[in-house]
């Protein structure tokens, strides 16, 4: 016969384990592959509106190179630089509450956002911010300077201090700028991008800044003036960026008197709590779930130090690495959520996971097992994946148009005073616990921080049935916020 029999290929269970394994695997890859093609290609300028494109271009190509300036002033990775550069050379005491500070910067830093409103008001904007920005730079090539001595431990939580103020003016001013240069329709998605970029470049630059100073702790004094060198290009390319209708921008601002002009007013904020007690119950929430995320932080540098031995990789691993990584992977999914109703409804779920993410910590410390301490970091990141997106939102479904200012003025106080207390807090009942159980006796205050978080959930909960039938209609799509202020 002429015609050939089947192939042994086609014939034997191994030929058709193959050749279907191969499909499968085809009709798998196929989606993922074309999906991270997708993904990587939205983030071509050809993406934007044409209008957007030439500001986008200077932004997304600053927003690569700011992380190198931002990432050791960041809470978590500034918290182990200190706590494990500087260990043995002050009183432990001392030192964990100076990894407080440092850890809490980010969050209390965010009173000053009214300074650098009112300072920079009727001036130019990219002028002001590009002058924060270099300012930081400097900053971080003095921190990356300092001797291992309790003058260099000292000026170097000063040091990220004021960064984080630099940085809370860079914020800003940024979202000023933002308004002026990209459509509502766009922002989101610019937004969003940007803030994806600066969280997966942090993510990478602390996993390799925590190796790097394992392998030699003297390395920060080469790798964060480098740093701050890189990040000056970005400094850079804002400075070319160009603010649309900034002439009469500028003029307008200059033309506003009395009560338009903006100012620091601590009264307004209650006046807006006693008025709108819908709004007020919502920062109680906020407040409770907020404060048990901020008081985790720096105890949780000073546990993985004391109590696994953790150096600088693991604890910028846990710190900062791990949750980093898994907010751009979640953004999808709160985004979907969050658009389906009222923030309050949102909050009801997205709060649930800092509590799971909060009881794994409980019980990994309890058992000393590192792979649920993992497990917690990695759920947080989850959850930040949220914060980022609702951080800016709750104020707009309570403000009338005309208050919206004033309303985020008193979201962005509450979270400054919560980062004021809640670090320092969390560091004295560490210490406490710790003298009276003894070693891995501190880590009970993560039960604590436990109990903060369950009560502002049960209070979304409670605040959402309340709120049954209340809905609200965004003007344009959800903007991501910093990642800095995922959990406050």
Not at 114 to 130: C, E, M, P, Q, Y
Request: hydrophobic share 50%.
């Amino acid at each position: 016969m002429d015609a050939q029999g089947p192939s042994q290929k086609e014939t034997s269970p191994e030929g058709v384990v193959a050749s279907g394994g191969g499909d499968l695997i085809s009709r798998i890859a196929g989606p993922v592959i074309r999906g991270a093609a997708q993904a990587g290609g939205s983030f071509h300028p050809k993406n934007m509106p044409r209008m957007a494109r030439a500001n986008y271009i200077k932004e997304i190509t600053a927003t690569s190179m700011l992380p190198f300036i931002l990432a050791p002033v960041e809470g978590g990775i500034a918290g182990v630089l200190v706590r494990t550069g500087f260990e043995g050379v002050v009183e432990p005491v001392l030192l964990n509450y100076i990894v407080a500070i440092v850890t809490a910067a980010p969050a209390f830093a965010n009173i000053t956002s009214f300074i650098w409103v009112r300072a920079s008001h009727g001036r130019d904007k990219i002028r002001f911010l590009t002058a924060a920005l270099s300012t930081m730079a400097l900053l971080v090539v003095l921190i990356g300077l300092m001797p291992r001595s309790a003058m260099g431990l000292y000026l170097t939580a000063v040091a990220t201090v004021l960064s984080r103020v630099c940085w809370a003016g860079f914020l800003t001013m940024r979202s000023t700028v933002w308004g002026r240069n990209y459509p509502r329709a766009a922002r989101g998605r610019v937004t969003g991008k940007l803030s994806t970029v600066q969280v997966s470049i942090i993510a990478v630059l602390g996993l390799g800044l925590g190796a790097m100073m394992e392998w030699n702790p003297d390395a920060r004094h080469v790798l964060l003036p480098l740093g701050a060198m890189i990040g000056a290009g970005g400094i850079w390319m804002w400075s070319r960026v160009r603010v649309r209708g900034r002439v009469a921008f500028k003029r307008v601002e200059m033309l506003d008197i009395g009560k338009d002009r903006p100012s620091f007013n601590p009264m307004s904020v209650v006046q807006v709590l006693i008025t709108d007690r819908k709004y007020a119950w919502f920062m109680l929430c906020m407040f409770l779930l907020g404060i048990g995320n901020l008081m985790v932080d720096a105890p949780l540098v000073i546990a993985v130090r004391e109590e696994f031995g953790g150096g600088y990789a693991a604890g910028i691993l846990v710190m900062a690495t791990l949750p980093q990584a898994m907010m751009p992977l979640a953004i999808p999914f709160w985004a979907r959520l969050l658009d389906k109703g009222h923030v309050v409804k949102f909050r009801s779920i997205h709060a649930w996971f800092f509590v799971a993410a909060t009881l794994c910590l409980v019980v990994a410390f309890r058992l000393h097992f590192w792979p649920l301490v993992v497990a917690g970091v990695l759920i947080e990141g989850i959850a930040f994946g949220g914060g980022v997106l609702a951080w800016n939102l709750g104020h707009l479904d309570f403000a009338p148009a005309h208050k919206v200012a004033q309303y985020m003025g008193v979201h962005v106080t509450l979270t400054g005073v919560r980062g004021i207390i809640g670090p320092f807090a969390a560091v004295w009942m560490y210490e406490a616990f710790k003298a009276r159980l003894g070693v891995g006796g501190g880590s009970w205050v993560f039960l604590v921080c436990l109990g903060f978080a369950i009560a502002g959930s049960i209070g979304f909960v409670r605040l959402a049935r309340q709120m049954g039938g209340d809905s609200v209609t965004r003007e344009g799509p959800i903007e991501a916020t910093p990642p800095s202020r995922a959990r406050e």
